[in-house]
């Protein structure tokens, strides 16, 4: 290897390096230490502090007062617009979803400890659901982020659980960590997640993940539970899962 192959290589090394610390940064909701980080990177230290000062002179990490590293500013203009070319990618999908199924289709992916709307296609019933693009929903009362959690390692699963505060929406909420990790295990098992007044009130919602996708993410439909309890499950869910598995390929192809 000649010397400007090796410095090349030293510079995409660095690169690989530091988006991953971004990541971890975000895995442990959003802030973290100097040695958190070199516990789930294996970095050494010094390595870390380099990395993090080139990312905090971008705009992409900043440091605390009390020395904590947490993300930085730059980086929302970047997610709002990755995260309106997903939704671009993902909208004819969603709107074959929706005109098959009569309810309102939706996107989401996981962003912190809470899933992100990214994309929407709204049914044409007066009666409908309404979550605009861009709101933020929490992980143990969603379907979408039920199904996301199922995508992650129990590890991981058990690690968000521990720092989410599992507060009830409605009546119906599951609170209890233990349970929430049983109904993790059954999505996994039966490959699709529901939200039976768990958000909200007189709303039904079925999710399923989408498959190699770089973020965790997922299909939704949802609506007024009268209306969506009418639907056929053997219908729905393998409907769900075709479609999810299509906006993969496509998302996988696009990288």
């Known amino acids: 290897m000649t010397d400007t192959q090796a410095r090349g ?34 970095l050494p230290q010094p390595t870390i502090h380099r990395l993090l000062r080139a990312l905090i002179l971008g705009g992409y990490i900043r440091q605390q007062p009390s020395r904590r590293y947490s993300l930085g500013p730059r980086l929302i203009r970047l997610g709002e617009t990755a995260g309106k070319v997903v939704g671009a990618s993902a909208r004819p999908h ?54 996301v959690l199922a995508t992650l390692s129990p590890a991981e699963t058990d690690r968000i659980l521990s720092r989410i505060t599992m507060s009830p929406r409605t009546i119906h909420t599951i609170t209890d960590p233990a349970v929430i990790r049983e109904e993790i295990e059954f999505i996994r098992e039966q490959g699709y997640a529901v939200d039976d007044g ?38 729905i869910i393998p409907l769900l899962q075709e479609t999810a598995a299509r906006l993969g390929r496509d998302l996988s192809a696009a990288n």
Request: charged share 20%.
């Open 94 to 147: 969603l709107t074959q979803l929706r005109d098959l199924t009569g309810e309102t289709s939706n996107m989401a992916v996981l962003d912190g400890d809470q899933v992100v709307y990214v994309a929407q296609v709204l049914s044409p019933h007066a009666m409908r659901m309404f979550t605009e693009i861009g709101e933020r929903v929490d992980l143990h009362c969603t379907a979408v982020g039920k199904a």
């Open 9 to 42: 290589a030293g510079g995409v090394q660095s690169v690989d390096r530091a988006f991953e610390l971004l990541e971890l940064v975000a895995d442990v909701g959003g802030e973290a230490t100097l040695s958190q980080l070199a516990e789930a990177s294996g």
């Open 198 to 235: 768990e958000q909200e009130i007189g709303v039904r919602c079925f999710a399923v993940a989408i498959p190699n996708a770089h973020t965790p993410a997922a299909l939704s439909v949802s609506g007024p539970q009268a209306r969506v309890a009418g639907l056929d499950m053997d219908i």
